[in-house]
């Protein structure tokens, strides 16, 4: 299941024996374990009916389980990081493993399970298998755009604050999806905002923190537009706080296929909405794109992004200097789109 159905079994008390979390989205994945907690261990009494082990041994699991809760219906024993479900080859893994896969068959009825593991664990894992069959893993992947947007507005509402639609897409294009750095940004919107309760988009640019993806659309825009030192100057910026210069190469030339790609569209005149979903484009950032696609024909464009990615070939193969790179590439464009 994902994210967005565990936390509705969680809230309507449908909760299972066992669960296990992963996924790369730590910050909710951290929430869902809390909502959990909250919703079965009493307010005063979390520490006598929690559990919280690393990589323990089967008899230890069970232990822990087979343990009456203290005044609570139910008794949570987180396992982290288990070794049956994240890439490792100790020696005592199958005799635990034989436990730890019995006891599944019959947990305790006051107890709840939770393998909790940093990222992904390991698909291959017997264990991992057994659960799977149970519909027991809990998947915490990346939101998407439309997940992190709704999650925004509620989570900013909890503050006190309105976010509508288009200015939550925006918040997202500028600050990226990882939910913690979000939530970072709407706790400073939420002060800089003071008494006042809507948020606009131009507290945005106001005060959050923009993500290199909403940089490296900047620094396009500004390059379009033909300044070309404020395009350098942001790439600058980013290079001081340690982006690689490969991994820009790589969104700048994800940035000239979506110019081409839109330039297309327009030919075609397809419909504005429509042109959204095809290229993935935030629909506030769509009315952007078409103007910096309106700038150059389809064929300058065409050849920009093939330059880049016959640059960026030759850069991963070996046979361009990796030093420089993101510079070299501006200049390369402004070859081409001022030639």
Known sequence: MNHTAFFEQVKSGAVAPVYLMEGTEEYIKQQGLVQLCHKLLPEGLEEMNLTDLTDPDGDTVIAAAETLPFM??????????????????????????????????????????????????????????????QNAIVDFSPMNDAECAGWTMKTMRRMGKALDR???????????????????????????????????????????TRSTE??????????????????FGLLSDMVRSGEERMGILAMLLRQYRLLY???????????????ASLLGVPPF???????????????RLKRAYDELLDYEYKLKSGQAPQEGCAENALLRLEGILRG
């Open 72 to 133: 609570s219906e139910k008794r949570i024993v987180i396992i982290r990081e288990c070794s049956l479900i994240v890439s490792s080859r100790k020696a005592e893994d199958e005799k635990k493993a034989e436990m730890i896969l019995g006891y599944l068959q019959h947990v305790s009825p006051s107890a709840c399970l939770v393998f909790y593991v940093k990222g992904k664990a390991d698909g291959r894992k017997k264990l991992y298998t057994t659960l799977k069959k």
């Open 166 to 208: 288009p200015t939550a897409d925006k918040l997202v294009f500028t600050v990226g999806h990882d939910a913690a750095l979000l939530k970072q940004e709407m706790e400073k919107l939420a002060a800089f905002l003071e008494q006042r309760e809507q948020v606009a988009a131009e507290d945005i640019d106001a005060i959050c």
């Open 214 to 231: 909403c940089t490296v659309f900047q620094m396009v825009d500004a390059q379009v537009a033909g300044k070309n030192d404020e395009a």
């Open 261 to 275: 790609h839109m330039r297309c569209l327009m030919d075609e005149r397809t419909p504005q909405n429509a042109q």
């Open 285 to 299: 950032a769509v009315a952007r794109t078409q103007q910096q696609a309106r700038s150059f024909e389809k064929e």
